[in-house]
C-alpha cells in the first residue's frame, strides 16, 4: 500500500536560516506528489507539485523541493526562512489506483525564530 | 473571487444532535471531498463525489452523511452516529479536467461536541 512519512513532526529554524522538511514516500510507480501548507486554523495551500516533467520543483513564497526516485524522497527546502513561514505542512501523495484519493503525510510543524 | 467556502468556521453541538456543515464552490470543479482532521494526524477522506447526485465513501464514512444536489454544494451530515465528532473538517474540491489531480480547500470549519 502506499504510504507517506514525514520524518520530522516539528522542526525549528532561526530567521534567515535554511528550511529542510523531509518526506519519504512509497509507492509502485511514478507518483504525483504534493506539498500543501496550512497556517493555524486554516485550510490547506497547494504549495508545490511534482508531476514528473522535472524533479526539482519550484514552488510558492520560495519553496522547492527535489524528487529523488532513488531514495524515494521529496523534501521540501527554502533557502532563507522568514517568520510567515511558520505553520504545519504536509507531504501528499496521490493514490495509484484512485486519482480522487490523496495520501496524506501526519505534518511537520515549521517553527521560525527572530 | 473564485474559491471555496465553507460554514461556519465554528460550531457546538451537544451529544445526540445531528449538524451539517455547509461547502460551496464558485471555481466550476467537478469534483468535491470532505476531510477530517484531528490533531497529529493527516487528513483523513470521509467522502467525496464527482458529479451532482452521486457520491463515494472514502476511509471513515461511518456516521457521516453527504448530499450533492448541486454542482456548485456538498454538504456534510455529522450524525449522532458519529462517536468521536470533535475536529476540524476540511471540503475541497478538483478540476476533473485538470492535468494533474491537486485539489483545493476551503478554510475548514471547527466542530466541538460538549
Known amino acids: 500500500a502506499q504510504s507517506v512519512t514525514q520524518l520530522d513532526s516539528h522542526v525549528s529554524v532561526s530567521e534567515g536560516t535554511p528550511v529542510l522538511l523531509r518526506c519519504n514516500y512509497s509507492?509502485?510507480?511514478?507518483?504525483?506528489l504534493f506539498w500543501y501548507v496550512q497556517h493555524p486554523n486554516k485550510g490547506l495551500q497547494l504549495l508545490l507539485k511534482?508531476?514528473?516533467?522535472?524533479?526539482l520543483v519550484k514552488g510558492i513564497n520560495g519553496f522547492e523541493a527535489e524528487f529523488k526516485k532513488s531514495e524515494t524522497s521529496f523534501h521540501l527546502t527554502k533557502p532563507s526562512a522568514h517568520m510567515s513561514d511558520a505553520a504545519e505542512y504536509f507531504c501528499?501523495?496521490?493514490?495509484?489506483?484512485?486519482?480522487?484519493?490523496?495520501?496524506f503525510g501526519t505534518g511537520t510543524r515549521l517553527q521560525v525564530f527572530p | 473571487d473564485g474559491g471555496i467556502t465553507q460554514s461556519p468556521k465554528y460550531l457546538f453541538r451537544k451529544e445526540g444532535q445531528n449538524v451539517t456543515l455547509s461547502c460551496e464552490q464558485n471555481?466550476?470543479?467537478?469534483?468535491m471531498y470532505w476531510y477530517r482532521q484531528d490533531p497529529g494526524q493527516g487528513l483523513r477522506l470521509i467522502y467525496y463525489?464527482?458529479?451532482?447526485?452521486?457520491?463515494q465513501k472514502g476511509d471513515i464514512a461511518e456516521g457521516y452523511s453527504v448530499s450533492r444536489e448541486k454542482k456548485e454544494s456538498f454538504p456534510l451530515t455529522v450524525t449522532s452516529a458519529q462517536k468521536n465528532p470533535t475536529a476540524f473538517y476540511l471540503c475541497?474540491?478538483?478540476?476533473?479536467?485538470?492535468?494533474?489531480?491537486?485539489?483545493?480547500f476551503g478554510p475548514g470549519t471547527r466542530l466541538t461536541v460538549l
Open positions: 471555481l466550476n470543479h467537478d469534483a
Open positions: 511534482y508531476t514528473s516533467a522535472a524533479t
Open positions: 475541497a474540491s478538483r478540476d476533473l479536467k485538470a492535468l494533474y489531480n491537486e485539489q483545493f
Open positions: 509507492s509502485s510507480y511514478s507518483p504525483s
Open positions: 463525489s464527482q458529479i451532482v447526485n452521486d457520491f
Open positions: 501528499v501523495v496521490s493514490d495509484e489506483y484512485n486519482t480522487d484519493k490523496l495520501i
